[in-house]
């Protein structure tokens, strides 16, 4: 499993994202990522950041040759937009649903989401959670 999070710092317009890759209930890897520059990631806020932190988690997936990925995600979006459930309307959604499907064209890896509740304690998302607040420089 992969569990992704995203957040937005106001002040210093940044959105972060955070992704924790979680064998047998192990922290394997994770990753901060940023971004102060991307107009359209930053006026998304916090779900600029879930998007960051999700193509960020495909790319490490693929680079390490995973062949099942189920991402676990705290916002709808993440999945309904690369399920097809929702419409991607914006630029930005719609390059984030090509990146999905080129993902899963290039790599044959089956890719599932699982949607946890946010801020409920659970372990790995609050910890991804907290990665992405500090990729934005907040906490």
Request: charged letters at 25%; aromatic letters at 10%; proline letters at 1%.
């Amino acid at each position: 499993s992969i569990f992704v999070d995203g957040s937005f710092g106001k002040e210093q317009q940044v959105v972060g994202g955070a992704f924790i890759h979680v064998k047998n209930e192990q922290i394997i890897f994770e990753q901060k990522v940023r971004d102060d520059r991307h107009l359209e990631l930053i006026k998304l806020q916090n779900v600029g950041g879930e998007l960051l932190a999700t193509i960020y988690a495909l790319k490490y997936a693929q680079a390490k040759g995973m062949t099942e990925v189920v991402i676990c995600h705290d916002y709808q979006g993440i999945a309904s937009w690369a399920d097809g459930s929702w419409q991607a309307k914006t630029p930005v959604t719609k390059r984030y649903v090509a990146f999905v499907q080129k993902f899963k064209a290039e790599t044959q890896a089956k890719l599932k989401f699982y949607k946890v509740a946010a801020h409920t304690g659970i372990r790995f998302n609050e910890r991804a959670d907290q990665l992405a607040k500090e990729a934005c420089g907040l906490k």
